[in-house]
């Protein structure tokens, strides 16, 4: 059975394969999309933190963090709905009505000097549409209630569900040569289907299978859930999806099997033989899509140990707790409320260090973060269960969107000249992702025990692990 994912609207029956429009999901596991750039079911937010809904010449505008996500996700979907259709996917695009509104750009402007100046935070108009990338085509505001079929693939189509259609969008554009839908007057275009490579495009008018005669309230959960009226519906809309993908795929202009001809009475015996080979393996692949997605997971967990090579913040905090524990340490974070910490790191050997961690995007580790180690350093120490200060451990992944032999750049000559003055030990992630490989791959706790003994010998300076 295909798998239909469906992204910003709720199909009745198909709550499982269902993605808000605010994500950034995989369609990787998708034979069949249905899309709407409906801001409805979104978490989007005009509001900025206790202050009133924005607004800006008259339109919404979109709070600082969600226009961040709203220009991720526009970018998301367009990528990921290109790679889906260019390698043989089917999308279907319900048009849903046009939302026009501001959001922020992210960059400012600045007037005036001193107690004068002025901030002036950039907004730029954006709409719900710029997340469908069909730049061919224009997406023309108009609404209206009668829809008329123009092709024979949709004219079943349009019939099963003529009364839960309406158009809030009409198309203009030279690539559309394959009309499905126009308006009473055949004057314009309200759906069309165009192929890209191997994949195809269909517009559809705008849909509503979201009405209340269709929901009921649950008391138990509290909750509201489909009727069984509507998920009859739902299960129909989506069987004619897979029809109308079927024939398309088949590039001919064949009429979609109707939902009467699934009736007993038009069974054949052979092919419900091959329907239970089908169900039978489709159980069998389904068991191994969940051992895939437990490896998936396995996978990143080990892959997260190249974050040593090219990340910052939480994420080469965490690959570097991880690189301390193959060497043999105890390391974990640390943050009573007060003193928050990277990493207290524990070596067999007794030796107790405190580990900061900083990565730079193009330049090398600068006296902050040492300043920082250093504080950190004292304010553990001044604890009064600690009796014995700590030795500390500054790990750098400077430059670390260049390849790791490309790379220039590590610590200051600050950082350097007070490491040696405190005895603090330089670290750079890319040396610790090295030896970390090697031990890992060798399960070599004697080469383990060599590295750090380098790092305790070497501490207040930049630390070279012995070669392997």
């Not at 067999?348 to 330049?363: L, Q, S, T, V």
């Amino acid at each position: 059975m295909k798998k239909i994912t469906s992204i910003g609207i709720e199909i009745p029956s198909n709550g499982d394969n269902y993605i808000k429009l605010d994500s950034k999901r995989s369609l990787s596991e998708s034979d069949i999309v249905i899309f709407s750039p409906s801001f409805d079911n979104s978490d989007y937010s005009t509001y900025e933190s206790f202050s009133a809904s924005q607004t800006y010449e008259g339109k919404k505008l979109y709070s600082k963090s969600s226009s961040v996500k709203i220009i991720e996700h526009s970018k998301h979907w367009k990528n990921e709905i290109l790679h889906f259709v260019e390698n043989g996917g089917t999308v279907f695009f319900i048009l849903t009505k046009r939302e026009d509104f501001y959001i922020y750009t992210g960059t400012k402007a600045f007037s005036g000097t001193g107690r004068n100046q002025k901030t002036t935070e950039h907004v730029s108009p954006f709409s719900n549409y710029n997340f469908i990338s069909v730049q061919t085509i224009e997406f023309n505001s108009a609404s209206g209630s009668f829809v008329s079929p123009c092709n024979n693939l949709f004219i079943d189509f349009h019939k099963n569900f003529q009364n839960y259609f309406s158009y809030e969008i009409y198309l203009k554009g030279e690539n559309l040569q394959n009309p499905i839908f126009t308006t009473k007057n055949k004057d314009r275009i309200l759906g069309a289907t165009i192929k890209v490579k191997k994949g195809c495009i269909i517009f559809l008018p705008n849909i509503d299978l979201d009405r209340k005669e269709l929901i009921k309230y649950n008391p138990k959960t509290h909750q509201s859930i489909w009727t069984p009226e509507a998920i009859k519906i739902g299960k129909s809309f989506l069987n004619n999806i897979v029809e109308i993908d079927k024939i398309l795929k088949k590039s001919t202009e064949k009429t979609p099997k109707p939902d009467w001809l699934k009736s007993d009475a038009f069974n054949l015996k052979n092919v419900l033989e091959t329907e239970k080979l089908i169900q039978k393996n489709e159980i069998i692949i389904n068991k191994k899509v969940q051992e895939n997605e437990k490896l998936n997971l396995l996978q990143e967990e080990q892959e997260s140990l190249k974050d040593l090579l090219f990340e910052s913040g939480k994420l080469l905090e965490n690959a570097v707790i991880k690189a301390l524990t193959i060497l043999g340490y105890k390391a974990e974070n640390y943050d009573d409320g007060e003193l928050e910490l990277d990493q207290i790191i524990l070596s067999p050997e007794g030796e107790r260090f405190i580990g900061e961690c900083e990565g730079k995007d193009m330049k090398d580790i600068d006296v902050t973060k040492f300043r920082q180690l250093l504080d950190g350093l004292n304010a553990d120490y001044e604890k009064e269960n600690i009796n014995e200060k700590a030795y500390g451990l500054l790990f750098g992944n400077a430059q670390r969107l260049i390849a790791p032999d490309e790379r220039t750049l590590s610590f200051t000559t600050k950082c350097l000249t007070g490491a040696k003055r405190e005895k603090i030990g330089l670290i750079k992630t890319q040396d610790l992702f090295g030896i970390c490989r090697i031990i890992q791959e060798n399960n070599d706790s004697e080469y383990a025990a060599q590295c750090r003994k380098a790092i305790f010998e070497q501490l207040g300076e930049i630390i070279i692990f012995p070669k392997k």
